[in-house]
């Protein structure tokens, strides 16, 4: 097993343990910006979408709500508990137009030309070779079909604060981040613009936009950065020391509270939409 194949098999791993509770705390997180990401899509009636690492919905209901019943949206994520609950979702809220598949968004398996949009919320940065994937969009987008995707331009302070000091946690070669070799890929919003280009996209717009989550508690807040991608830095703190990690970094996390109310975290997410010329 390569580097590569070890480190991808930890992260759709962690996000296959935490599918359960994804986006099932009461935070807003995901949602809006993927509510956000299919309308400056452009999303419309009958078209044809596919969502890659669609993980619990939160881009593929909102596509399936723009695009209705005469048109399609094909989901795909490689954990699968993801793909089972997500695809149950949709079942119950009637949503036929959804298809849910387990898949790999590095290289979908899906004919050619046969989308007018490929989105994919916060996914792109994780994938081993992400301008080998987006090349690849390509060929599945129909001519003049638009790809939309979002990338974290800037995590909250206190977020970023409390990361690190669990990274602290980490064995010694450890200590680096899963994503960190594409960071200069999507540093900017001028880097992301440059990674469409030259993957073969025009009319780029890459735009920023800031959105609020809010915690009861750290201890909601805990058991919120356990649902998502931090899972996999948790995971590799040795059990016995968690207590004493979650102890260091409350009063970082606390620093979020509004006045008398909820921890409120900023978080800055990057929209960046393109033409694909077929
Ligand atoms: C941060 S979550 C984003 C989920 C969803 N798009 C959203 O906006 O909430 C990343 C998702 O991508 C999935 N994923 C990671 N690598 C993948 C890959 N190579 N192929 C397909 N899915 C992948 C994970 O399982 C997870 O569900």
Do not use: N
């Not at 137009?97 to 398996?109: I, K, R, T």
């Not at 207590?243 to 970082?252: K, M, R, S």
């Amino acid at each position: 097993m390569t580097e590569e194949t070890r480190r991808k098999a930890a992260l759709v791993g962690a996000f296959e343990r935490g599918a359960a509770t994804y986006e099932q705390l009461g935070v807003d997180f995901f949602g809006p910006p993927g509510v956000e990401l299919v309308h400056r899509a452009g999303v419309r009636s009958g078209q044809r979408v596919l969502d890659v690492g669609c993980g619990r919905g939160a881009v593929l209901v909102p596509a399936a709500r723009a695009v209705g019943a005469t048109g399609r949206v094909v989901g795909i994520d490689l954990a699968p508990t993801m793909v089972e609950l997500t695809r149950a979702e949709v079942r119950a809220a009637g949503l036929s137009q959804v298809q849910v598949e387990l898949g790999d968004a590095e290289s979908p398996a899906l004919p050619p030309g046969e989308f007018d949009v490929v989105l994919g919320g916060f996914v792109v940065f994780l994938l081993s070779d992400p301008a080998a994937a987006l090349r690849g969009y390509r060929r599945l987008l129909c001519p003049d079909g638009r790809i939309g995707m979002t990338t974290f331009a800037s995590q909250d302070p206190r977020f970023t604060e409390a990361m690190q000091m669990l990274v602290g946690y980490l064995p010694a070669d450890r200590r680096r981040s899963p994503t960190s070799e594409h960071d200069a890929l999507f540093a900017t919003a001028e880097s992301t613009a440059v990674l469409l280009r030259e993957t073969g996209y025009r009319d780029v717009h890459v735009t920023d936009a800031a959105f609020e989550s809010r915690f009861r508690d750290v201890e909601h807040w805990s058991a919120w950065i356990w649902s998502h991608g931090a899972r996999s830095l948790l995971e590799q703190i040795p059990a016995r020391r968690l207590p004493e990690a979650l102890a260091e970094v409350t009063p970082v996390v606390e620093r979020a509270r509004a006045v008398a109310g909820d921890l409120v975290f900023t978080t800055t997410v990057r929209f960046a939409v393109a033409v694909s010329p077929g």
